[in-house]
């Protein structure tokens, strides 16, 4: 795409960001858009906190990226533990995690396997308060597994994320936030470099470069939520996977490759009312996250773009418009007219 065409979506697609901005919908954010060949464009807006006191959003300011997690970091490491053979995605969790429901062979928590939990293909409920059973990170941890849990329809389940995450602890021998995070992101920020999130009813106190999301917390890490970045290392992640050098054709392929009518492994595909918008390929993946967070890469198109955001500041109970927002932006990037 010429850089002035580029330019151009992009100018058209930070207008609804600066709106929302704008109208107090949201206190800031920053978008970034990146092509295959490295050219790259980011702007900021707004307030990276409102309140107890204010500070501008920057280009480089720190988000709590809460479920871009799973696509950022989880899943990449889960797919390559595939690859090289030590766990296979169609066997039961219990390879790592042979003591999952221990005390009940036949229990169907046991009979989930690993391509199941990345398409979000298990009976396992969206959330659970896991952080209201106490703080105590290994006792918590005995209680997910050893949980009867309730059976229902397969939905979009954090749950599953956690369990992939004991297996990836399990098997490294190391907590996850002992692991390498990725270049550019981490676990935690710098709070006055970071985008402020909720005024946190059980913490007692404004979120900013520790993590949002509860259950992570109570955990000390998990695989679903928890790593930070700015939107220039989001950019260059989804860089790597635009142009095959982040991750190895393998996985970029499973990435893409459709397990249901909305998802592949780990990652949203297009499909009618997405987060992506209408206007992207059909080649398109991309995932979101609770604190206003997404990104989307466009393999036909050969770009991919971030919108972060801080949309649950200081509340989360609140009309953002975020599900919109995020549309139109997408929409403007590829190509849509006003």
Not at 180 to 188: E, K, M, R, V
Not at 255 to 261: G, I, T, V, Y
Not at 310 to 325: E, V
Request: charged share 20%.
């Amino acid at each position: 795409m010429r850089t002035d065409d580029l330019q151009r979506r992009f100018d058209r697609a930070f207008g609804p960001l600066r709106q929302a901005v704008e109208t107090n919908h949201i206190p800031g954010g920053v978008l970034g858009l990146v092509t295959r060949n490295g050219q790259r464009l980011t702007r900021a807006t707004g307030l990276a906190q409102r309140v107890p006191s204010e500070r501008a959003m920057r280009e480089d300011t720190w988000f709590d990226l809460a479920s871009l997690t799973k696509v950022i970091f989880t899943t990449p490491r889960i797919l390559a533990l595939a690859e090289t053979g030590i766990i296979d995605l169609d066997a039961p969790l219990t390879t790592a995690l042979p003591d999952l429901r221990q005390y009940d062979a036949d229990c169907w928590e046991r009979q989930v396997t690993f391509r199941q939990c990345l398409g979000h293909q298990t009976p396992f409920p969206a959330v659970a308060p896991i952080y209201t059973y106490g703080r105590d990170p290994d006792l918590l941890r005995a209680f997910v597994l050893q949980r009867e849990w309730h059976r229902s329809a397969s939905v979009y389940s954090d749950i599953n994320f956690i369990l992939l995450g004991f297996a990836m602890e399990r098997l490294s021998g190391q907590t996850i936030r002992a692991m390498d995070a990725g270049p550019g992101f981490a676990f935690s920020a710098a709070p006055e470099q970071s985008a402020a999130t909720e005024d946190c009813t059980w913490r007692h106190r404004v979120l900013s470069g520790e993590v949002h999301d509860d259950n992570c917390s109570a955990l000390q890490g998990a695989g679903h939520a928890g790593l930070f970045g700015t939107a220039a290392a989001v950019l260059d992640f989804a860089q790597g996977l635009l142009d095959g050098t982040g991750a190895s054709h393998e996985a970029i392929t499973l990435m893409r490759a459709p397990l249901s009518d909305k998802r592949t492994h780990g990652w949203e595909h297009a499909y009618d009312g997405w987060s992506g918008g209408e206007h992207c390929s059909a080649a398109t993946i991309g995932h979101t996250g609770f604190t206003g967070t997404g990104l989307w890469i466009d393999f036909d198109a050969g770009h991919a773009w971030t919108l972060l955001t801080n949309r649950i500041h200081p509340t989360r109970h609140f009309d953002s418009g975020i599900a919109d927002l995020r549309r139109h932006v997408g929409d403007f990037i590829n190509g849509a007219q006003e």
